[in-house]
């Protein structure tokens, strides 16, 4: 109950947070009410993103959620009756990814612990697998 007690505190020394926390709990109230009119299989994947005029804006994870929403859409927001009066169009897009990109590994080993690596490997008999994934590694390490 610590967060729900900061959020209250904040929302009543800063009426920005307060509006921006509203909005956000309207859009989290959407996405659930969306969720439950679509199957099973996307609902989690899709969230609404935003209601702008008369557009309603939904994000989908993935290719395959989007293309599958801007098909079952238009008759899940005809039967949607408890819905905004004020949206009349819609709009699907792929979620943007949030995660940074992955740096290549341009780490490198020192030609004693190659050397190291291949002698361990020598010695593993009774581990083959092991050993020749410290061999494997070793000889990758050759040409960096």
């Known amino acids: 109950m610590p967060f729900i007690q900061n959020i ?3 929302k009543q020394r800063d009426s920005v947070y307060a509006t921006l926390l509203e909005e956000c709990a309207y859009y989290q109230q959407l996405s659930h009410e969306l969720r439950k009119r679509l199957p099973e299989n996307i609902a989690p994947h899709c969230r609404v993103a935003c209601v702008r005029d008369d557009l309603l804006v939904i994000y989908g ?4 959620v989007v293309n599958r929403l801007k098909m079952l859409l238009p008759a ?48 593993l008999t009774h581990h083959p697998k092991l050993a020749a994934a410290l061999k494997q590694l070793s000889m990758s390490q050759k040409e960096k």
């Open 8 to 10: 209250s505190k904040l």
């Open 76 to 123: 899940i927001l005809d039967g949607w009756t408890s819905k905004p009066d004020n949206i009349r169009r819609h709009k699907v897009l792929l979620a943007p990814d949030n995660q940074p990109k992955k740096r290549p590994n341009t780490l490198t080993l020192s030609t004693a612990a190659r050397t190291s690596l291949s002698q361990t490997a020598d010695k």
């Open 61 to 64: 994870d993935n290719n395959i």
